[in-house]
């Protein structure tokens, strides 16, 4: 910012008045009310206000801003639905919060070719249930009514990606707004090209620190004809893991396989009124396609589930008994914040290949034990993905407590061969582990990116990449 | 090369010294007939003699070889198995050509959790035969026998695209030698992970122009338990293509659909001995998984070939009969080619939403009227990906012929919003066309992150990117 000598407030006012020379006067927001509800997403600490909240209705809107912000060298951050765990919404100091919660249009669907473009700020249930009468659906699914802006800033996946892969395997293309307020188009309508490098998956995961998202052209799925659901419980946790390696291994195209372990069970049967289940290791599975298909699944998974010593198999034929069974699991958050109604839960993110998936929870549990703390642990287990459901207080020891043993968690994944984040993304919480999963070299890589794409770092600057050396070709 | 102003031969002097210093002269090799087996790839007219030919052993090789070249200014491409149909592996003017084809080693094979980790000069088919007894495979078939390395460098696909996908949904990770000879490691062997920038996927059709792969770390999958084919003719193209696209629809998970036209259908019968067939469209399905799903599979697609005016359903339920098949399908090309038998085959490889793919081809049977050459037309029809063979002469005449008809072909496919390329890449034969699909903003940004990575220019010159405007952040 050395060639910008000018005081935060003035480079400010210079943005706001440039957006209200475009028209955009109505769209900006100073109240305290909307400052605070735009100073954090969920689950984080670093709260900050923004300078100014400015609410974007379409793509020029978010280029005549970022085009001032980039003339004035003032920050700025995206937000949709304020769902982020990791800090990714924070602003930056003196920055702007864009707001594209109003970009909500069905901007084309096309039923024959299985996809449709969207406007950012759209969640995934509303586009779900407007297309409903098409036959299809869009399958990725995080926890919360996230747009699938945002969902394309985290590489957001959850309990389907086990068949459906991740925002990554299913968005076609994107519009995106370069830093100095340049519209691009990335990738297309077609499922597949050999035509240059892919943009579409280097914004994709890039958390609002190259470019920010307007559009998206997402891949859909025809709505499975017959869904069914099972549950096996396990006296032991290795049992449970093996019996998703050997699902896997076996082909069976199973749409969900979740575990949930003896302290998330316990919780789970009190808060969802689950009878019938013990507080055992337990894994949840969903099945969907024809219905023979359907019916073969369901066998093969009981064979090999009970051939893993699994103590019963309990096949929910009905909707409303796989929908009582989802819910729970759907649940398992709440159900774990209602051990201690009072308590704060902060949610770890690892993932290992699947093999090493029930050393790591061993591991894990010996951690656990030494905290002290009360700790139930979930999976998205066909991709070898689990969170830690660290309940503690509200305390800033408390609150020391449960980074110190997502500490312990994280370089235990790392040490497998894992990641520190399968789904919920960098932003500020996961920054000091970076170096330790990718290495120098290839930080240096994204860095070099970063400054390519935008050298003035007004992209959500602090958030994805700790500080360090950049790759010089 | 303005801070570089020796020659050329200087240069390369240069290079070879440093690598017979690192005790790699035993890999250079200037014979006539080294540097002509490197000249070219396949189906290309040109052809250049590289300066050098090095042979690379390990990753450390190929880093010492980009070390040099980047401190000598000395363009390098790599070479694996030869088998590029645009140019992607004809030498720059004075440079090396690399061949990574000694690199065949698996690195680790984890069959627990589907994956290994193979050097980048190994070939699918030679990954499959050693990984045979593990139950595994990996799953991407383009038609040559084309190296891993070089499957990543083109994003290659084929005939099982439609169900597992290209090489951007089954590559987990790389190792990367950088311009400066700087390794690095992308991605890792998690399922999904969500820390940083998605090089992985930058690298995945690159074309050796931001960096050379030297390992690939590899999805693989369990092999289908069954496996069965399956014949549907038609008496019109429309009628075969709305049948794709509602097996697509339906969510049929079919593990290959190819189109054949009436052309290639009555060269294919001649060619393979295709008894029992008339030249007409002709779909060719594949079906895998489990014995009720495979079965279920085949009578919902029966009942949409014939409720789409499907003039017979042959079933194949031997393996005999379904190699027969697939091998008829596989042997297209040469099938083409016996038509004329000293004429020249050229391939195109356009690909559009398939709702539009009817209309596409309908336009393109213009154009071939109107050219007067003999083209059979096959295709990837799930992905609406189809390569029209043009059978030419040898003659400059014949080849511009063919050449002018490609265009045509490809200029109707993006104005259908298509792409130029669906598997083959760029290389130099459709540079041509990047401007008019992609736009001139993306482009100048892929040209930005070309000089980040690689600000000389070494790496694979004058491929995948036409010259143009730099995005300046």
Redesign the interface.
């Known amino acids: 910012m050395t060639d910008c000598p000018s005081s935060p407030a003035d480079r400010l006012d210079g943005v706001l008045a440039t957006l209200r020379e475009n028209g955009l006067a109505a769209r900006i927001s100073t109240s305290p009310s909307v400052l605070e509800a735009h100073s954090h997403g969920e689950a984080m600490d670093a709260a900050r206000l923004p300078a100014a909240v400015v609410f974007a209705e379409s793509t020029d809107d978010v280029a005549t801003v970022l085009r001032a912000c980039h003339a004035h060298r003032v920050p700025v951050v995206a937000f949709g639905a304020g769902t982020s765990v990791e800090g990714h919404v924070t602003p930056a100091e003196h920055g702007i919060s864009l707001d594209l919660s109003g970009m909500t249009d069905i901007v084309e669907l096309?039923?024959?070719?299985?996809?449709c473009r969207v406007q950012a700020g759209l969640t995934r249930q509303a586009l779900n249930a407007q297309i409903r009468d098409t036959?299809l659906f869009f399958p990725v699914d995080p926890g919360g009514e996230a747009t699938l802006g945002g969902m394309c800033a985290?590489?957001?996946?959850g309990t389907a990606?086990v068949r459906y892969?991740?925002m990554?395997?299913n968005v076609l293309g994107l519009t995106v707004v370069?830093?100095?307020g340049?519209?691009?188009?990335?990738g297309?309508?077609?499922?597949?090209?050999?035509?240059?490098?892919?943009?579409t998956?280097?914004f994709?995961?890039?958390e609002g620190t190259?470019g920010i998202v307007t559009e998206v052209q997402l891949r859909l799925?025809?709505?499975?004809?017959t869904i069914s659901a099972a549950v096996c419980q396990f006296s032991n946790l290795n049992d449970a893991v093996q019996t998703a390696?050997e699902i896997?291994?076996?082909?069976?195209?199973i749409s969900r396989v979740e575990l949930l372990d003896d302290v998330q069970m316990a919780a789970s049967i009190r808060y969802s009124g689950l009878t019938g289940y013990e507080p055992l290791t337990t894994l949840f599975f969903e099945f969907a396609?024809?219905?023979?298909?359907v019916?073969?699944?369901v066998t093969?998974t009981e064979a090999i589930a009970l051939s893993n010593n699994g103590l019963s198999f309990a096949w929910a034929d009905t909707a409303e008994e796989r929908t009582r069974l989802w819910k729970a699991r759907h649940d398992a958050f709440w159900a774990a914040k209602a051990i201690e109604p009072t308590a704060r839960v902060i949610s770890t993110?690892c993932?290992?290949?699947?093999?090493r998936l029930a050393e790591l929870i061993a591991g894990v549990r010996e951690d656990i034990a030494r905290s002290g703390l009360r700790v139930p642990l979930l999976g998205h287990v066909g991709?070898?993905?689990f969170h830690a459901l660290i309940i503690t207080d509200h305390t800033p020891e408390g609150y020391a407590r449960a980074l110190d043993l997502d500490r312990k968690i994280v370089f235990r994944a790392l040490a497998l061969?894992?990641?520190?984040?399968?789904?919920?993304?960098?932003g500020m919480g996961?920054l000091e582990?970076?170096e330790t999963?990718?290495?120098d070299?290839?930080?240096s890589?994204?860095r070099?990116?970063k400054?390519?794409?935008?050298?003035?770092h007004i992209l959500n600057p602090g958030k994805?990449?700790p500080p360090g050396r950049v790759?010089?070709?």
Chains 1, 2 share one sequence.
């Not at 340049?182 to 990335?186: A, D, F, G, N, Q």
Request: net charge negative; with cysteine.
């Open positions: 096309n039923a024959e070719d299985l996809d036959g985290t590489r957001a996946s990606a892969g991740t990554k395997e370069l830093a100095t340049e519209v691009i188009r990335t297309g309508r077609v499922r597949k090209s050999s035509t240059g490098y892919d943009l998956s280097l994709i995961g890039s190259l799925h025809g709505r499975p004809e390696i896997i291994q076996c082909g069976i195209p396609g024809a219905p023979a298909a019916a073969e699944q093969q993110d993932i290992v290949p699947i093999s991709d070898g993905n061969g894992g990641s520190c984040s399968g789904e919920h993304g960098v996961k582990f970076l999963e990718h290495g070299g290839t930080l890589v994204m070099a990116l400054n390519t794409m935008d050298p003035h994805l990449l790759y010089q070709g």
